[in-house]
C-alpha cells in the first residue's frame, strides 16, 4: 500500500472529523450529488427542449419532476476546457485548461471533488476526464476522487468498443479487438473495433449503479460523465464504418433513416433508458429525496462520423454546433432533479454555467467556497428563491483551435462574439434573436467598446495562469 500524499492525508483527517462529528451529533446526512454530463449533445436533443423525433422519456420525467433551466451554458464548445470549468469553478479566461491540448490539471487545481472530499463525501468518476494523462498530477486520482473507472485521453474515448479502460491507475482489458489509427492527430491514440464485445458506456452504468449501492449509507458525489453522443471519429478511416456506434438501433431500427442517424438517436435513447435506470434504483434505496441529481452536456451537437445535427435539429432554435460560440456551441440542456427539495415541473431562466456548478454543490455540503473563482452557487435558484440569487455580471468564453481564435461575452440580453484577435466583432439581442441572425454591431459601437474593455478585464494571459502550481 502506497502512502498517502500531504494533501490526500489532510482531506482524509477532515473527511473523519466530520463523520464522526454528525455521528456523535445525530446531525442529517449530507445530501448525495450524482453529475451527469452527456458528451456533445445538443440543447435541442431532449423532449422536454423541444425535440420531437428522439425518444427521452426519462430525462423528461426528471425535468417534470424537477427543474428545467432554459439558460445554462457549458465551460468551453468542445470537450477538455469545458470541463476543466465544470471541475474547477474558473471560465476559460481564467481556467488552466482552455484548449483540447492544454495539458493537465496541477496540484494548485482544487476540484468539486477534492472540496466534497474534504466535508466526508466518497467521491467517483465514471466515464471520461480529458484533465491529465497517467503519470501526470491532473488523474482523476489525484485530483479529488476516490475512485476513477473510464478514459483519461479524450482521443481514445472516441472508441466506445475500446480495448481497455483505466480502473483508478490499472489498466482493465475488454473483450474487444481494435485497428489503430495510424496518420494523423490521433495516429496511434484513435481507433475502432473490428470485434465489438463491450460497448464501454453500458460498462459505465454497471460501474455507477455499482457505486451508488455500495455507497447508500454514507454521502456520495458520483461525476457521470458519458461519452454518449460523441462520435467515433476514426472509424470511417480505420474500419469503414460510421462513428455513431451503438450496439443496436433499438426503436430506430426501421425508420426510414441514414445509418449515422439511426445511431445518434439510438445512442441517445440508450443514454436516457440508463440514467432512468439510476433514478429508480435511487427511489428503490429510498435515497431520491436525498439526492441531487444533475444533468447537462459538455458543449453543442457536433458534424462528425456521419452525423447530421440539422436533420433531428439538434441544436432547436439556436445558431452554431460544437466548436462554435454562437449559441448552439456552448447553451445546453441542464435539469436538476431532488425531489423534496426542487419543486415539480419549474422552470428557471437564471443564467448560469458549468463554473458555478463548484459553488453549487460546495455549499449544499456545507464546505467552504474557494476565493477568487467565477462561479456563483446555484442554489438558490435551484430551491426557487430567485430574489436571493446572486447574477452574474457576466458570462466569457474563449476557444482556439488551428487557426481559430474566438471570444464571446454574454452581458444581460446582450451577446458579443469577437471571430479572431482585433475583431470583426458580432453583437446579438437574445431577447429578440435568439437564433444570432440580426447582427446589431454597427448600431451600438458604444457596446462594442464596452465589450472590447471586458475582454481584456475577463481573461488572464496563459503563460501566468500556467506557471501557478508549477
Wanted: proline content about 5%; overall charge negative; hydrophobic content about 35%.
Amino acid at each position: 500500500m502506497q502512502p498517502l500524499s500531504r494533501r490526500r492525508f489532510m482531506q482524509w483527517v477532515a473527511a473523519s472529523s466530520a463523520a464522526m462529528l454528525a455521528c456523535q451529533s445525530g446531525a442529517k446526512r449530507k445530501p448525495n450529488m450524482i453529475y451527469i454530463l452527456a458528451d456533445d449533445l445538443g440543447y435541442g436533443d431532449l423532449g422536454c427542449y423541444g425535440q420531437k423525433e428522439i425518444q427521452t422519456p426519462n430525462l423528461d420525467r426528471m425535468a417534470a419532476q424537477g427543474m428545467r433551466f432554459t439558460d445554462h451554458y457549458s465551460g468551453s464548445t468542445v470537450c477538455a476546457p469545458s470541463r476543466c470549468c465544470l471541475m474547477t469553478g474558473y471560465h476559460t479566461g481564467h481556467a488552466r485548461i482552455r484548449g483540447n491540448d492544454g495539458g493537465p490539471l496541477k496540484p494548485a487545481d482544487i476540484t468539486a471533488a477534492e472540496i466534497l472530499a474534504q466535508v466526508g463525501y466518497t467521491t467517483a468518476l465514471i466515464g471520461k476526464w480529458g484533465l491529465g494523462e497517467a503519470g501526470t498530477t491532473g488523474i482523476p486520482n489525484q485530483q479529488g476522487f476516490d475512485y476513477f473507472f473510464g478514459y483519461l485521453n479524450q482521443i481514445r474515448a472516441h472508441n466506445f468498443y475500446t480495448d481497455w479502460l483505466w480502473k483508478n491507475k490499472e489498466k482493465v482489458q475488454l473483450d474487444n479487438e481494435i485497428v489503430m489509427q495510424t496518420q494523423g492527430y490521433a495516429a496511434g491514440i484513435g481507433s475502432a473495433a473490428k470485434v465489438k464485445k463491450e460497448y464501454s458506456h453500458d460498462l459505465f452504468t454497471e460501474q455507477a449503479l455499482q457505486f451508488v449501492r455500495d455507497n447508500q449509507h454514507q454521502p456520495f458525489f458520483l461525476y457521470l460523465a458519458y461519452t454518449i453522443p460523441h462520435a467515433n471519429n476514426e472509424s470511417q478511416s480505420v474500419i469503414d464504418e460510421h462513428g455513431m456506434e451503438v450496439p443496436d438501433y433499438g426503436i430506430y431500427a426501421d425508420k426510414d433513416w441514414p445509418e449515422p442517424r439511426k445511431g445518434h438517436a439510438a445512442m441517445i435513447t440508450r443514454m436516457d433508458r440508463d440514467i432512468g435506470t439510476l433514478l429508480d434504483v435511487l427511489d428503490q434505496l429510498g435515497l431520491a429525496e436525498n439526492t441531487l441529481v444533475m444533468f447537462s452536456s459538455d458543449n453543442g451537437p457536433h458534424r462528425e462520423g456521419g452525423n447530421d445535427p440539422d436533420f433531428n435539429d439538434s441544436n432547436g432554435p439556436l445558431r452554431g454546433i460544437k466548436r462554435d460560440l454562437y449559441e448552439g456551441g456552448i447553451r445546453v440542456p441542464f435539469i436538476a432533479w431532488w425531489p423534496g427539495t426542487i419543486q415539480d415541473k419549474t422552470t428557471s431562466t437564471h443564467v448560469s454555467a458549468f463554473w458555478d456548478v463548484l459553488p453549487t454543490v460546495a455549499e449544499i455540503a456545507g464546505a467552504d467556497i474557494p476565493n477568487g473563482i467565477d462561479g456563483l452557487s446555484m442554489l438558490p435558484a435551484l430551491k426557487g428563491d430567485e430574489a436571493q440569487q446572486a447574477q452574474h455580471e457576466y458570462l466569457y468564453w474563449e476557444f482556439h483551435e488551428g487557426q481559430a481564435s474566438k471570444q464571446a461575452i454574454r452581458k444581460g440580453k446582450w451577446k458579443f462574439i469577437s471571430l479572431r484577435p482585433g475583431g470583426p466583432f458580432e453583437l446579438y439581442d437574445l431577447e429578440k434573436d435568439l437564433g444570432e441572425q440580426n447582427d446589431l454591431s454597427h448600431q451600438h459601437p458604444e457596446l462594442i467598446d464596452e465589450f472590447e474593455a471586458l475582454l481584456a478585464k475577463a481573461r488572464t494571459p496563459d503563460e501566468d495562469w500556467r506557471l501557478r502550481g508549477e
